[in-house]
Every structure is written in C-alpha cells, then in structure tokens.
C-alpha cells in the first residue's frame, strides 16, 4: 500500500501553462488512494478548467473565497484543519511572493496560513523569473519556515527559453511526497558528482567544458525521492539544489577529488556524472596573461583520478561511472570500466547537439559481470529513474538489503 493511501492532499494550482500537470498529478495521487481537494487561483481556471480537476478528484473544485454556500460555515477554516499536506503545483512566482510575505488576498493564500499540514511547493515559472534575487529571497524564506520545495526542472519551456522553472513531473511531485525513508533507497547514502570542472589559467581564463551538470542533478533528485540520504557535489553549474540533497560546491577537479573522498567513506554508491577536467595547467598565472606573442604554449598536468582512486581501495562504495564519448563509445567504455575498476559505467554520444547542453540523452549501461542494458534515449529526468533503478537492484543484489 502506498504511503499516500488515505492521506488527505490540498493541491493549490496556480496560473500558467504547466496548469496542465496538475491534472495528471491529481490522477496519480487518486491511484495511490490520497483524498484530493483541488484549489485554483483565479488566474489557474484560464488553463484548466473547473470541470476536468471535479472529475478527477471526485470532489467540487473551490477557488474563492466567497462561495456563500461554502463559507457559510467558515469552509475555508474547516478546509485548512482537513488537510494532512498541502502541495502547491505548479507554484507561480506570484503566489510564491504572497506565500513568503504572509498574504491572504485569496483562497489559497488564507489556506496556507490557516493549516498546520506541512507545505510542499513545485515552482514552475520563466527561467529568468526562477532566477531573480527577488524570487531566490522568497524560496529561501519559505524553506526556512519548514516548506519542502521540489525542483523546478531544467529544460525547454513553452515560452521558448531554455533553463531551469519547469515544474517537476508529476510521478517525481508523488515520490518526494511519499514518507521519507518509504522508497527503495532508503536508509542508503547515494554520493552523486555533477556537472563541469574548470581548471584556472590565471585570474581571468580557465580551462573548462560543457557539461550543464543537468543528468547528475536528476540522479541525486531521484535518488532523494526514493529514500536516500544523497550527498551531491557539484562543480560551477546554475542549477538549483534538488529537494532534500546535501550540496557542496566546489570549482577545480582537486576540489572535487577532496569533497568526494570525503563523503565516500560513508557512501553505499558513487555515482560520478561530473566531466571531470583531465588535465589542468602546471603554473597558475599570479596575473591576467597578455597577448604579446603569435601563439601561446600551455603546459598541462594530469588531474587527480577520482573513480580510479576509489576503484583502487579494498573497501569502498558501489562505483558508477560515466563515459562521454564522441565515438567508439562502446569500446572506451568497456575499457574504462575495466582500468578503473568500476561496477556499472553508463556510456553516451556527445558532440554535434548530444549530450551537453540539452535535456535529452541516451545511455547504454555496460556492467563488470558483462551485462548490458540499454536505457534509451530519454529526457535526463526520466534516464536517471532508469539508471537508479539498475543501481538499486544492483544494490540489492550486492548485500541482500531490500
């Protein structure tokens, strides 16, 4: 039986184009058996409409605060005390600022701060909205008064930009809201390396790549979703931090060898999705390097190995890596699986619009026992549901831990 099972859900939906999950999300929480009460803005029913979200919930959709009949007992009230959860999805940059500030100009707003049920919000709203100090300040102020925020996702948006202010799947919305320590991670601490390393020149100019960090993010997302404690590492990307991670921040590949070392000791798995620098500049430049000759020789550095190095010890963490190959990807990942002593490596194609810098990818997972598994081509979201649940099985299979 799902953790859901008889819960009592407020769904706030608010105005936009991701109005449309909603609808969805109130079907998966009706299969797991939740009781649904949905509750539109007055900007939410120009989307979707009054009649879709009764018909799936099975219960009269309410949106003002003036409904006689229903105020006539101090509805709202009773609503509030009603509610075991109070979700917010998708949550609006405006109705975000309300909440943080307290106000009650709507029904939604008033349920909020009349309900003692714990808050949860998916924000889904322009990348530049997302992004902007104002909007950051209010996230930041809601989550230190105990509210869980889930995502928003990374990825192309209705309006044509590109970045992060997707609201969150409607199946990762359920699984974050399902008990902690409910999932098939729980009680394991998943180590998770994301996105680039740069690798300082001088002052000014690095060495870099560019990997958006965006699959690392969904797999440590996912992985906190179904029960872990996760432990992410992230090199410079500008991604938000997935609901209930731990996250260090670090620049340099030497940085990150440092952070993760640090955590592993403590790891049931590694996962490393960062596109670590290989090589790095021998001499940092004390000042900015000036363009005084025809060319320019750099003398490099190998950097430090970290899936090697974990692979090398007796005791150490499940180790998942990352091959991203622009050809013969099969071969170099097999060999990288062998020489660094790796239990799965999910191998993909990048260059010439694959890989980094979009929202889709495709993985092939090769594993030292020789199997292989094909995960297909998918948005990273969905791709790092698929790879964790190779992990976990593999997981299971290790140490019998179910």
Not at 125 to 141: D, G, K, L
């Amino acid at each position: 039986m799902s953790p859901l099972a008889d819960q009592r859900i407020l769904l706030g939906v608010c105005g936009g184009i991701a109005a449309y999950k909603a609808a969805e999300l109130v079907r998966r929480l009706r299969e797991r058996a939740a009781e649904v009460q949905v509750v539109l803005t007055g900007s939410a029913g120009h989307f979707v409409g009054e009649a879709t979200f009764q018909a799936l919930s099975g219960r009269p959709v309410r949106s003002s605060l003036w409904d006689a009949q229903a105020e006539a007992a101090m509805g709202h009230i009773e609503l509030a005390r009603w509610a075991t959860a109070v979700v917010v999805a998708p949550a609006s940059a405006n109705t975000l600022a309300k909440l943080a500030n307290g106000l009650a100009d709507d029904l939604l707003g008033t349920l909020v701060l009349a309900s003692r049920a714990p808050l949860w919000l998916a924000p889904a709203m322009n990348q530049a909205m997302w992004a902007h100090p104002a909007t950051q300040a209010n996230i930041e102020r809601l989550r230190q008064r105990g509210a869980q925020v889930i995502g928003p996702g990374v990825g192309d948006q209705a309006c044509g930009d590109v970045g992060a202010g997707r609201m969150s799947e409607p199946m990762e919305i359920v699984a974050a809201l399902e008990t902690p320590g409910s999932g098939r991670l729980a009680g394991r601490h998943v180590l998770v390396s994301a996105g680039p390393t740069y690798e300082d020149l001088d002052p000014v100019r690095y060495l870099g790549n560019r990997s958006s960090g965006r699959m690392g993010f969904a797999i440590a997302g996912r992985a906190a979703a179904l029960g872990a404690s996760v432990t992410l590492v992230a090199g410079p990307v500008a991604l938000p931090t997935p609901a209930g991670v731990r996250r260090t921040d670090v620049r340099s590949a030497a940085q990150m060898r440092d952070a993760v070392l640090a955590a592993a000791g403590s790891a049931d798995v590694y996962i490393g999705a960062a596109a670590v620098a290989d090589y790095r500049p021998r001499l940092l430049a004390a000042d900015k390097i000036k363009k005084t000759q025809d060319s320019l020789t750099l003398e490099l550095e190998r950097t430090p190995d970290i899936l090697g190095e974990l692979g090398s010890r007796r005791q150490r963490p499940m180790l998942v890596g990352f091959a991203a190959e622009t050809g013969d990807v099969e071969s170099y990942a097999r060999d990288k699986l062998a020489r660094k002593n790796l239990d799965l490596i999910a191998a993909n194609h990048v260059g010439e619009g694959k890989g980094f810098e979009v929202a889709d990818n495709a993985l092939v997972v090769y594993a030292a026992d020789g199997a292989v598994i094909d995960l297909g081509e998918a948005d990273k979201t969905e791709l790092a549901a698929r790879l964790l649940d190779v992990v976990v099985d593999r997981l299971v299979e290790k140490d019998g831990r179910a």
